[in-house]
């Protein structure tokens, strides 16, 4: 199923996740809008796919990190791929919201928040970050740092310590009158990545194998039943059944090089761009008064479209340090000097 070492499966599913979130915040803010059309509530779900996901490739890149050295080469390698791009976004987001404050829902800048939004410090009272997506990424930060600890602790049980330790925190968020951020249940969707990642590390997805065809019939119902399903119940109604999908992804043989795959690769920059895109977008399109269909059609692809270029440019070359020491680059301020 997975060619060439790739995790095709799970860049595909990063793909669908994106989309999901796309249709999702499209919907809801044509209806906002009052356009009228219906809001596909099941997109939230794409969430919970990054977050399984997310369990599943922090304990895949750890497979061979041990001790305090790997620990910090663990956090390392996720920093580099987290923050440049969400730091880059936010310094854009405040220098926005200094220039244009009648803009935006807030209406002023405060220092404290975009401290707590660049140091992916949860607020109480459930504010979200500068950036409001990067609420998903204060969790991200937070399983780096238990599964940190989990790394210079131990080189087996990883599961336990991490599930145990979760679990504690959670229930202690009760007692102590902690932040409700960790009386969220998406922290248990972390753990169901890394129990897929545990199968799939057994070599258990050779057990059977399933048709793409079949896979996307299953894909579609469990998104029906999702888009009627209380959001209350999140981790019941929207972790279980995306734990399921992508469990059943892993015993799919996809093809390398699909349009899924690609957008999956450049997701997370389709995922933060989309927050200043799609505002932009929309306003283009309500002026232009075409319907909702189209309407959500055309705003999903403008996202996709920036999303991948933004990907290209920022988060491939301008935002990777390794991309700074690549020989291009060199060679490029070398000539600069002649």
């Known amino acids: 199923m997975m060619k060439s070492n790739k995790l095709t499966a799970i860049q595909i599913m990063r793909g669908v996740a994106v989309l999901l979130v796309l249709f999702f915040h499209s919907t809801e803010n044509f209806v906002a809008k009052n356009l009228n059309g219906p809001v596909f509530n099941a997109g939230q779900s794409g969430v919970d796919l990054f977050f399984i996901i997310s369990g599943f490739i922090i304990f895949y890149s750890a497979k061979n990190k041990v001790g305090y050295p790997g620990a910090i080469s663990f956090m390392k390698s996720r920093l580099l791929r987290i923050v440049p791009n969400y730091w880059f976004y936010t310094f854009v987001f405040a220098t926005l919201l200094i220039l244009f404050p009648d803009k935006f829902d807030r209406s002023t800048f405060e220092v404290t928040h975009f401290v707590y939004s660049l140091l992916f410090i949860p607020m109480k009272d459930n504010i979200p970050p500068l950036v409001s997506l990067g609420w998903t990424l204060n969790y991200e930060m937070y399983f780096y740092i238990v599964f940190f600890f989990s790394i210079v602790l131990l080189s087996k049980l990883r599961f336990i310590f991490v599930s145990v330790l979760i679990l504690f925190v959670y229930l202690s968020s009760y007692s102590m009158e902690l932040n409700d951020f960790y009386k969220n249940d998406v922290v248990f969707e972390f753990l169901l990545g890394a129990l897929l990642y545990l199968y799939y590390s057994?070599?258990?997805?050779?057990?059977?194998?399933?048709?793409?065809?079949?896979?996307?019939?299953?894909?579609?119902?469990?998104?029906?039943?999702?888009?009627?399903?209380?959001?209350?119940l999140r981790f019941v109604n929207f972790g279980i059944p995306c734990f399921f999908i992508i469990?059943?992804?892993?015993?799919v043989n996809f093809n390398e090089g699909s349009i899924l795959e690609k957008i999956g690769g450049s997701s997370y920059s389709i995922y933060l761009s989309h927050a200043i895109s799609m505002p932009f977008i929309i306003k283009v399109l309500m002026v232009l008064g075409l319907n909702f269909y189209l309407s959500v059609g055309l705003s999903i692809v403008f996202c996709l479209f920036v999303g991948w270029v933004a990907y290209q440019v920022l988060e491939r070359r301008v935002l990777d340090p390794s991309w700074w020491n690549s020989k291009e680059v060199i060679q490029f301020f070398i000539s600069l000097r002649k």
């Open 202 to 232: 057994k070599g258990y997805y050779h057990s059977f194998k399933m048709p793409w065809y079949a896979f996307c019939i299953i894909l579609i119902l469990l998104i029906c039943v999702m888009s009627v399903a209380d959001t209350n």
């Open 247 to 251: 469990f059943l992804s892993l015993h």
